[in-house]
Each structure stands twice: as structure tokens, then as C-alpha cells.
Nanobody, 118 residues
Framework: QVQLVESGGGLVQPGGSLSVSCSASTTLASIYLMGWYRQAPGKQRELVATVTSGGTTDYGASVEGRFTVARDNRKKTISLQMNDLKPEDTAVYYC????????????WGQGTQVTVSS
């Protein structure tokens, strides 16, 4: 079992930047895929960004070029740097861990609120 704890959410003005982090209870080197998803009120949870154990990244279309995901296997953390934030980025951001390549099961953190508003 993998426990995930997010931190760093908050309120930011449009055009601003914010970083969120996720700490895992186990070494990330053994986890195939780490990532961030978000869910806005009344909407389905959607992909923000993922990074494999080999360092391959994938981004949702709405955030590509503005957000950057990074994982630090030694520190057991992943981070999400968010730049040029827009009101539509407002959501609860969830950290996710998918330990095995051939098993779609994931673990989730409790989420952290990001609000973009003037």
C-alpha cells in the first residue's frame, strides 16, 4: 500500500504561479507511474500530468507548456510547478501512484485545493 500526502495548494491570482508537492510513504523507484489529476466542481477528474519511473512525462492538453511535473525518487516526492495559472485551473489536485505497469490500480492522496481568482 502507498500513502500519499499532498501539500502546497492555495489561492493565487490569474497569471500567477504555484507549486504543489506530494510525499509518498514508500520509495518511488519501485513505482511505475506517478502523477497529478484534478477535479473541479461538477466535472470529472482529469489528467494533469504524469511521469514514469524512466522519466517520461505526459500532460493534459489544457496545461501543456504551463505546468511541469517532476519526481525525486530519493526524496520520495513528486511536484507540480504551475505557471500562468487561469481561473479554469481551479480544482482539487490529487496525487496518484500506479505501482505496476501491467496493473491499472492506483493509490490516491486526499487532495489539495488550488484556487485561481482575483
Amino acid at each position: 500500500q502507498v500513502q500519499l500526502v499532498e501539500s502546497g495548494g492555495g489561492l493565487v491570482q490569474p497569471g500567477g504561479s504555484l507549486s504543489v508537492s506530494c510525499s509518498a510513504s514508500t520509495t518511488l523507484a519501485s513505482i511505475y507511474l506517478m502523477g497529478w489529476y484534478r477535479q473541479a466542481p461538477g466535472k470529472q477528474r482529469e489528467l494533469v500530468a504524469t511521469v514514469t519511473s524512466g522519466g517520461t512525462t505526459d500532460y493534459g492538453a489544457s496545461v501543456e507548456g504551463r505546468f511541469t511535473v517532476a519526481r525525486d525518487n530519493r526524496k520520495k516526492t513528486i511536484s507540480l510547478q504551475m505557471n500562468d495559472l487561469k481561473p479554469e485551473d481551479t480544482a482539487v489536485y490529487y496525487c496518484s501512484a500506479r505501482p505496476l505497469f501491467n496493473d491499472p490500480r492506483r493509490y490516491w492522496g486526499q487532495g489539495t485545493q488550488v484556487t485561481v481568482s482575483s
